[in-house]
């Protein structure tokens, strides 16, 4: 466990607090595609002790520690009412880039999902959150609107397989139960990959799939009808080409 994750050498510029309680995992994004290096310099000057993430995981699939698993964070405001005393109990976990402007590439998917699944594992931990989870979102946007965090939520504590796992494909229109179409057999195939059916794609939307449409709207917080319109199918893996 954890043996993939890279040390870079990030000392700190004062030494870090031990972590004593670990409850909870926030998810962040650097707003940028700095490297950690440059985050660990930019946080020294700013008066912090170091890089304020334990965890950082690259564009390119790569995990490197931050300040490492241990320690105390500093990625939540330790003033602020909402998030006073959580950096002492929490993981804070960042990705390159800036998920505002852009969406995540499987391999970084890949390996967030890993990393948060293994540290939800190794100290028991059942809450994850994005930041702006924890802080609100008028104070902050972080980890982005583009940030799969229900996708790596879902991965981290059912064990489902991420979602960059998943083909992707166009969807043109509202698919419901009665349709034969070709349409039909592209989220078919994926929900069979994620375990919600157990036959291969079929071109026709009948019973049985759409029970496993609703199993997976409930499990990723979709509006439960059966129904794959924008946003069920953009969850499954879909790109939205119809009005």
């Known amino acids: 466990m954890f043996a993939y994750v890279k040390d870079l050498g990030l000392t700190p510029q004062r030494p870090y607090a031990q972590r004593e309680k670990s409850d909870l995992i926030v998810l962040h994004h650097f707003e940028s595609d700095a490297g950690a290096q440059a985050v660990h310099a930019y946080h020294i000057s700013r008066g912090h002790k170091g890089i304020d993430y334990n965890i950082v995981v690259l564009k390119n699939g790569e995990a490197v520690w931050g300040r490492g698993l241990a320690f105390e964070g500093g990625h939540t405001s330790n003033t602020a009412a909402r998030t006073r005393g959580v950096n002492a109990r929490s993981v804070g976990i960042a990705c390159q880039g800036n998920f505002n402007l852009e969406k995540m590439g499987a391999a970084q998917l890949d390996t967030l999902c890993r ?47 991420p979602l960059a796992a998943k083909p992707t494909f166009h969807i043109s229109k509202i698919l419901k139960r009665g349709m034969d179409d070709i349409e039909v057999t592209h989220i078919t195939r994926n929900l069979s990959i994620l375990g919600y059916m157990d036959r291969n794609q ?24 059966g129904i794959v319109g924008k946003n069920t199918g953009r969850t499954l893996g879909g790109i939205w080409d119809g009005k």
């Open 115 to 161: 990393v948060t699944r293994e540290v939800a594992d190794h100290y028991g931990i059942s809450d994850i959150r994005g930041h702006r989870e924890i802080s609100g979102a008028d104070y902050t946007d972080c980890p982005g609107k583009h940030f799969p965090v229900d996708e790596v939520r879902m991965f981290a504590l059912r064990k489902e397989k």
């Open 202 to 225: 079929t071109s026709i939307f009948d019973g049985e799939v759409e029970k496993a449409v609703r199993a997976f709207q409930k499990d990723y917080r979709l509006t439960e009808d």
